[in-house]
């Protein structure tokens, strides 16, 4: 079951720093762009569910 609590930014920035990924390598991983990985970690915004349940999940498998 996911988590549906927001998940912002800043904390987004966090749970990557603490996997030890980079934005670029966050997203190669996700295939996405590191400037979209940028927007998603801006302070004050709030994380898409299912981007903030990919984000939440590296806790689990780290970097």
Known sequence: MSDTRPLYGEDAAALRKKAGF??????????????????Y????????????DAYRGLAVVGG
């Open 22 to 39: 980079t934005q670029q390598q966050l997203a190669d991983r996700w295939g996405l762009s590191r400037a979209q990985i940028g927007r």
């Open 41 to 52: 970690e801006k302070t004050g915004q709030i994380v898409p569910p299912k981007v903030a």
